[in-house]
């Protein structure tokens, strides 16, 4: 990943406030950056480049991880991927017509493993993915929703900034 440090300001209606990020993690623990890149390719291994760039997007807006956010779209945007399923995406169940049943069926999935505190992953919801996906596939999508959720839990808890990632 590409990366460059940022001072960040964000506007309140009250101050201003400037925000860089806590601690750059891939440099302070190269090991762990070095095991998540691997398990992102594993994971990634086999599935469709678009899904594998809208399941990364949709669970960064759910946890609310701007830099993945913005890393994620940008190499959407890279991949060919268009401003409308991108733009549509926080309302994919109301967008008929602009995401297949397979990924409206993976976009089921990563948001009921992305938000387990609604809940359990709904039997409905697992068995709707697993009639879109063969098995081998379905756990390369689980994998990988397991790994962008992980990648987001990183970027806020060290507060990586929106804009500090670079296409390549």
């Not at 999508?141 to 990183?154: D, E, H, K, Y």
Request: include cysteine; glycine fraction near 4%; hydrophobic fraction near 40%.
């Amino acid at each position: 990943m590409g990366y460059r440090k940022p001072s960040v300001v964000v506007m309140t209606n009250e101050t201003t406030h400037h925000h860089s990020p806590r601690m750059f993690l891939h440099q302070l623990a190269p090991e762990v950056q070095k095991a998540m890149l691997a398990l992102t390719k594993a994971a990634t291994k086999g599935l469709e480049p678009s899904l594998v760039e809208l399941v990364q997007m949709r669970a960064s807006q759910l946890n609310h991880c701007a830099f993945c956010l913005d890393m994620h779209t940008k190499d959407a945007r890279k991949a060919g991927e268009t401003e409308e399923r991108i733009f549509l995406l926080p309302a994919w169940e109301e967008a008929h017509g602009f995401y297949t049943e397979k990924e409206r069926a993976a976009l089921a999935l990563t948001e009921a493993v992305t938000v387990l505190t609604d809940g359990f992953v709904p039997d409905e919801v697992y068995e709707r993915a697993a009639r879109h996906f063969p098995e081998q596939e379905l756990a390369h999508l689980i994998s990988l929703i397991i790994t962008i959720n992980s990648w987001n839990r990183i970027a806020v808890t060290t507060r990586l900034a929106p804009g500090a990632y670079e296409v390549h």
